[in-house]
Structures are given as structure tokens and as C-alpha cells.
């Protein structure tokens, strides 16, 4: 997958403590594979690798980061940038009904999207009305009703013998008489881009005027969802992109390419078959998801700022070597607290919940005291050899520290799995690499 092949990527670069202008093109020539092969479009590739190409040569060597977090950090940036920055908003017109526009080619999600439109919208305490604007296709009317009654959002048909301009001119009258902030009408589709559909596309766009036009597109069809983004743009002046179906096997290519072929960004995307609330697209996260980093890069950024570089670059070397002790827990504890409200800063590493026990390990400033004494109450032979903490050891700790036997027989518990987390993170981060799993 695309993510794998960038960690390769970065992995290789970790562990250097300076970068030469040949390693940083060796790096680019791989990302520029990575990205080729995801299925973004080439020319958007070829831009992108430029841009980070030039910031990453002669970057400075930090004393705790590698050069290659530096990249990492350059190329998710760029990542950023290059789907559109922040997330957008839907629109919502001055005047209300906010009228929404629904595009795209046949089985691309539509209906479904317009459902989970309504969805959100409802969330937010609007009132939508779905107009079942494609009378063509079998059962689609049907189809829309079933949504709405089950999200209980209004559809508004008037059957497929009416046009469906016709159908969507009634249906905004039928909006404004009910107080309906929203409307969203679902419309037809064709298995590829026709003068008929783009004709009807465009009297439907004449009579409802929207505030939105929201083009859906298969996320799984790569760069064809990208051109016939383009297609549509340019006939139909897009406000907004849905990438549909981000729950399957997509490369990536779609959400790397679309804004900057189309000049039109992306504003939702939708995750599976089942009727839920339309997603906000956010260029952050999904660069971060891309990257395989949860919000590692922004933990990175406030360590960098806060964690004792030399501290930490011991510290990881004894997580590597399974060194790690309560000592080290203790001290990194200490570092860890400098950063901020800790659940918060759990929350940011990736891969969190799917530890088992971590949950439990949320925790808040008061409990960390109690940590803290507990871990004080151990010997240092205990604090280094965690493995002596029998049964009449762990009642001592819990006497001398003011709490009690299952409270020390959670917290080393949780350092065990702690322990076994870095093992994970140490792979998942690459040998031989600096600062990183300092934290
Ligand atoms: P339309 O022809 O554009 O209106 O497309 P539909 O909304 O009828 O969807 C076509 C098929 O794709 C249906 O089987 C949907 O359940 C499915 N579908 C739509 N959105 C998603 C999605 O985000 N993920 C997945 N896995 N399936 C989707
Ligand atoms: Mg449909």
C-alpha cells in the first residue's frame, strides 16, 4: 500500500544524521513510485516531489530528530496542501432552503450520499427534504423513500412520469411552503458522461439555482473518478467533491489528485453502506492517515519543543534493547507531563485503542500521582528488575505509596503491555532511528 511503501521510504532515511542531496533524491524517486502507483495522477506527482524535493535538501540536522522526520514532516505538509489544506464547510445560504445539487455517474453513491447528507444535516438540527429526482433507473425512487423513512427525512417525489426539472422546481416550492432549511435532490445518473445527462444536469441546475453542487465519485476508481471530477467541473461548476466508498481498497489516488486536477476540493467522504452521518473531509487527517501516523506528526512537533533531546535518545535506545525499566518510567512520566493533559496525549498515537489495556490506561493528572507513588514505593532493584514484584512485594508498594494491591497490580500490568507497545512502535518507526520513541 501506498503507507507501507512511504514508511519504507522514510525508514531508510531514519538513523542518518545528515541527509546528502543523493539520498534526498533517492527518497523522491521512490515517493514519486509510491505516489505513481497509488494511482495519482502523474502530473500532480511530479509537482508534488518537486515542491518537497526542494524544501528537504539541506535541511538542518536537529539535535533529537533525524533529518528523515524532517522530510516526513515536509511531505505532510505538502500532503496537506495538496488536498486542499483545511476542511470546508457545507454551504448554507442566506435565504434559506440551502439547496443541494447531487451529480455523478450511475452506482457512484448518490442516493446513499444523499441520505447520509440528510443525516448530518438532521445532526445538526436542520430540517432536509430529499427530492427523488432520477426517475430512470428501476426502483430508484423506491430506493430514496426506504432511506428517508428510515433516517425520517421527507422525500419529495412526484413519481417518474414527471421530468425530473420539473420534479426538482416542485419540490423546492414544496420545501419553502414547509419550512425546510435544507434541500437535497438525488439525481440520475448514466454508466459514463452524455449530452442527455449533462443537458438535464444543467436545467435542474437552472430551476433550483444551488448553493452546493456536490459531485460524487468512487474513491475505488482512482484516477477515473479524478477525470470525471474534471469533466463535470467544467461543465457544471462544482462547489464540492464526495469521494464515496473510502471504506474499500482505494489506492489513494482519487483523494491525492482531485484538487489539484480540478481545482475543486473535496468536502465529504463516505465509509460504507450502511446509513450514517457524512464525514467532513479533513486534508489533515487524511494526509496523517496516509503517512500511517495517526497524529504522531503533531505529537512530534509539541515533543520536539518539550522533551530533553539526550534524554531521549537514551530512553529509546533502552526500549530497543528491552531495557526499559520503571526508572525510565518514571522519567519519562516527568518528560510526558511537560507536553500537556495526558488522555490527550494518548490520543494522539496511533494505534491507541487497538492495544489491549490502553484504555484503561487513560489517565487523568490525579491518577498519575498515584502512579507516581507507587512507583516511588519500589526499591530500586524493583524499579529495574521489574520481574521481582512478587505477591509480598506488591502488598508493601501498596502499603507504602497509600493505595492498594489491585491499583500496583494494574499499573505493572499496563507497564508490560506498555513494553510490549514500544516493541510495536519500534518496528513500526524503523531501526535504528532517533527521538522518535523517546517519548
Ligand atoms: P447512485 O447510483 O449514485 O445513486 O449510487 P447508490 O447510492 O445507489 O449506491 C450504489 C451502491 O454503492 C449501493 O450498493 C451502495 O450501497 C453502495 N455504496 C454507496 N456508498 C458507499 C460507500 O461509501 N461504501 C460502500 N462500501 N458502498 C457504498
Ligand atoms: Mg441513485
Known amino acids: 500500500s501506498l503507507t507501507n511503501r512511504l514508511q519504507n521510504v522514510f525508514g531508510k532515511l531514519r538513523g542518518k544524521g545528515k541527509l546528502s542531496e543523493d539520498d534526498v533524491n533517492e527518497a523522491m524517486r521512490e515517493v514519486r513510485l509510491a505516489l505513481l502507483e497509488a494511482d495519482v495522477n502523474f502530473k500532480v506527482v511530479k509537482d508534488f516531489v518537486a515542491k518537497v524535493k526542494e524544501q528537504a535538501v539541506g535541511v538542518e540536522v536537529q539535535k533529537s530528530f533525524t533529518p528523515g522526520m524532517v522530510v516526513v514532516d515536509i511531505v505532510h505538509k505538502e500532503l496537506i496542501e495538496l488536498m486542499g489544506g483545511s476542511a470546508t464547510k457545507i454551504a448554507k445560504a442566506s435565504k434559506p432552503p440551502t439547496v443541494i445539487l447531487m451529480a455523478g455517474l450511475q452506482g457512484a453513491g ?11 444535516l438532521m445532526k445538526g438540527n436542520h430540517k432536509p427534504l430529499l427530492i427523488a429526482g432520477d426517475i430512470y433507473r428501476p426502483a430508484a425512487i423506491k430506493q430514496l423513500q426506504v432511506l428517508g423513512e428510515q433516517i425520517k427525512a421527507p422525500v419529495f417525489t412526484l413519481g417518474n412520469d414527471v421530468s425530473p426539472v420539473e420534479i426538482a422546481r416542485q419540490g423546492l416550492q414544496f420545501a419553502k411552503a414547509n419550512s425546510h432549511d435544507y434541500v437535497i435532490v438525488d439525481t440520475a445518473g448514466r454508466l459514463q458522461i452524455d449530452e442527455a445527462l449533462m443537458e438535464e444536469l444543467k436545467q435542474i441546475h437552472e430551476v433550483v439555482q444551488p448553493d452546493e453542487v456536490l459531485l ?16 463535470f467541473h467544467e461543465q457544471l461548476e462544482l462547489t464540492g467533491v464526495v469521494l464515496t466508498k473510502m471504506d474499500g481498497d482505494t489506492r489513494g489516488g482519487a483523494a491525492l489528485s482531485v484538487k489539484a486536477v480540478t481545482g475543486c476540493p473535496i468536502k465529504f467522504v463516505s465509509m460504507g453502506e450502511k446509513i450514517e452521518p457524512l464525514e467532513s473531509f479533513h486534508p489533515e487527517r487524511m494526509a496523517s492517515r496516509i503517512l500511517g501516523m495517526g497524529d504522531m506528526l503533531s505529537l512530534i512537533e509539541k515533543a520536539q519543543s518539550s522533551i530533553d533531546a539526550d534524554k531521549a535518545a537514551e530512553m529509546e535506545r533502552k526500549m530497543r534493547n528491552a531495557e526499559f525499566t520503571f526508572e525510565d518510567f518514571l522519567e519519562q512520566m516527568e518528560q510526558v507531563r ?5 488522555d490527550q496525549l494518548l490520543d494522539m498515537l496511533p494505534g491507541m485503542n487497538k492495544v489491549k489495556g490502553m484504555k484503561d490506561m487513560k489517565v487523568d493528572d490525579k491518577q498519575i500521582n498515584r502512579v507516581e507513588a507507587i512507583v516511588r514505593s519500589m ?4 524499579k529495574r528488575n521489574p520481574d521481582l514484584l512478587n505477591y509480598s512485594r506488591r502488598r508493601r508498594i501498596a502499603a507504602g505509596s497509600g493505595t492498594n494491591i489491585a491499583e500496583v497490580n494494574r499499573l505493572i ?5 506498555m513494553r510490549k507497545m514500544m516493541k510495536q512502535f519500534s518496528g513500526m518507526m524503523g531501526k535504528g532511528g532517533k527521538g522518535m520513541k523517546g517519548l
Open 110 to 120: 448518490k442516493t446513499t450520499t444523499t441520505a447520509k447528507l440528510a443525516m448530518m
Open 216 to 231: 460524487v465519485v468512487d474513491a475505488m476508481t482512482g484516477q477515473e473518478a479524478v477525470n470525471v471530477a474534471k469533466s
Open 338 to 342: 511537560k507536553l500537556g493533559p495526558l
Open 379 to 382: 526499591t530500586t532493584d524493583e
Open 413 to 417: 500490568k499496563q507497564f508490560e503491555e
